[in-house]
């Protein structure tokens, strides 16, 4: 594996989510495989699980880790091409990129999306500039558009408790209060999509993802009809993708609740965190027996080790 900035960059989901398998129960199997090597995290964005989860994986790997939270502790970048850097922004990302591949043999970049620019995130301008300037292997730790590494741990999650062959798995818009990228949910439908389940996402009507993410999922508009006898609910906040970034509702009822769930299969809750209690999801969900919110967080650790080892395994 060259390169990890989408579903678009595995061939076969089954086997990739095998191998993770193979490496949770197991996981210094291939503890020399990174030696002498470094991966650079990169963050534009606050992590709490991407930056733990994948410094661990490297870890487990033999890797040493370099990380830099951009914003934060270095200069502010531009990311345009020809312009006067008169303003805040002390230092251009073509040089920035450059930098990192000489201190790192492959990276992690984070780089959410603008919001404002649609054209401009969807083709995901800042990584593609990156991956350009680096010429390094590069991993994407979410970008404008997807989240690749959390949907793999989802699908991972999925097929370690799934009941049936062929499980109802269900998207659901639940309610926040501030603009949210639509990457997650657009990454979870990419990835279910792969795998053999049913996708059913549910959302208030406005709140339509990019079509060519969800091609294949049944769309519902009703969410109680969207629960019946669903295996899985994976919640999720996103704004809409048109017009691009906006709220266009912070309706309450939304919220997923024990009395929601009675409506699922005794079906499983997800959600990627971090999440808002008593908005996105009730307590009681969150903190009962059919929550897989810490199984996902786990599964992060080996979901970033096997795109490593792939990735290690392509450099040698
Ligand atoms: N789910 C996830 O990516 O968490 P962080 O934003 O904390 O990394």
Known sequence: MQQFLSVNDVADVS?????AFLLKQNPWSHAHLGQGKTLGLVFFNPSLRTRLSTQKAAWHLGL????????????AIETRDG??????????????????????????????????DREADYNETV????????????????????????????????????????????????????????????????????TDCELVITHPPGYELNPSFTQGARIEHDQDRAFEGADFVYAKNWSAYEPYGAILSEDRSWTVSEEKMRRTRDGYFMHCLPVRR???????????PRSLVLNQALNRVYAAQVVLKRMLEHLR
């Open 83 to 116: 312009v006067v850097m008169d303003q805040a922004a002390g230092e251009h990302i073509k040089e920035a990129a450059g930098v990192f591949a000489q201190y790192c043999d492959l990276l992690g970049v984070r780089c959410f999306p603008s919001l404002v």
């Open 278 to 288: 008593n908005l996105k999801v009730t307590d009681e969900v969150l903190d009962g």
């Open 15 to 19: 086997q990739l989510v095998e191998e």
């Open 127 to 194: 990584m593609k500039k990156i991956a350009l300037y680096s010429g390094r292997p590069l991993i994407s730790l979410e970008s404008a558009t997807v989240h690749p590494l959390q949907s793999l741990a989802d699908v991972m999650t999925i097929m370690e408790k799934r009941r049936r062959a062929r499980p109802k798995v269900v998207l659901t818009w639940a309610p926040q209060v501030k603009a949210l990228p639509q990457a997650v949910a657009n990454s979870f439908a990419q990835w279910v999509l792969r």
């Open 64 to 75: 040493h880790t370099l990380m830099m939270n951009i914003n934060q502790e270095g200069w």
